[in-house]
């Protein structure tokens, strides 16, 4: 079955570039997604990748997918304060939307 | 303004006690879907509706129910039956296309006492 795979915890200091990783298993995704989670809020989406790109940039954010290894990363360049929050990676795999969600990773920035 | 409301925020219930958790949107979106979050844990799948009603079993639908009379509307009703309840629930919408995405609103936290 479907698996999405973060790892839990990035501390990261103020102004440095976050990079945060993902992997997955099933090879017929179609669309990969960035949410951020702030604390007591919903889902926040930051950016998707469609599964034919390598590369998508929008602003201090850049994903990158490498389809062969399953691994979908995304860098948060200078990154800020305001940055730290949980970042879930999730992929969809059906036709309808189904999204299937990693454990989220923790990400604190320090000053 | 266009958004996804979730109400309550906040909600305690007694063990023993069905709830409903309201969630509405204004996006004239077709497909809405409920989650749950643990933590430490990803969103787990409970109920989807792809258009007015229909719905379908997400992946732990037991104990739970839904409806979706309206477009708009698509509230989830914590029963009894769920037996561990307490959670973090997130209300989401999209257009139900197959290039469309997500969008969620701000989430309730139910505490079963």
């Known amino acids: 079955g479907e698996d999405v795979e973060q790892s839990l915890f990035l501390s990261v200091r103020e102004g440095d570039s976050s990079v945060i990783n993902c992997t997955y298993t099933?090879?017929?995704?179609?669309?990969l997604y960035w949410y951020k989670q702030e604390p007591g809020a919903g889902l926040q989406l930051l950016t998707y990748?469609?599964?034919?790109?390598d590369m998508k940039q929008d602003q201090r954010l850049t994903v990158l997918l490498n389809k062969k290894d399953k691994h979908l990363s995304l860098r948060i360049a200078d990154t800020q304060t305001g940055d730290s929050a949980i970042y879930f990676c999730?992929?969809?795999?059906?036709?309808?939307?189904?999204?299937?969600f990693g454990a989220g990773t923790q990400v604190v920035v320090t000053p | 303004d266009g958004g996804i409301t979730q109400s309550p925020k906040y909600l305690f219930r007694k063990e023993g006690q069905n709830v409903t958790l309201s969630c509405e949107q204004n996006l004239n979106h077709d497909a809405m879907y409920w989650y749950r979050q643990d933590p430490g844990q990803g969103l787990r799948l409970i109920y989807y509706s792809q258009i007015v009603n229909d719905f379908q079993k997400g992946d732990i639908a037991e104990g739970y129910s839904v409806s979706r009379e309206k477009k708009e509307s698509f509230p989830l009703t914590v029963t009894s039956a769920q037996k561990n309840p307490t959670a973090f629930y997130l209300c989401?919408?999209?257009?139900?296309?197959?290039?469309?995405?997500?969008?969620f609103g701000p989430g309730t936290r139910l505490t079963v006492l």
């Open positions: 990748i469609f599964s034919n790109m």
């Open positions: 989401a919408s999209s257009l139900g296309t197959s290039a469309d995405t997500q969008y």
């Open positions: 999730a992929e969809k795999t059906d036709s309808w939307g189904k999204l299937q």
């Open positions: 099933d090879s017929s995704s179609t669309y």
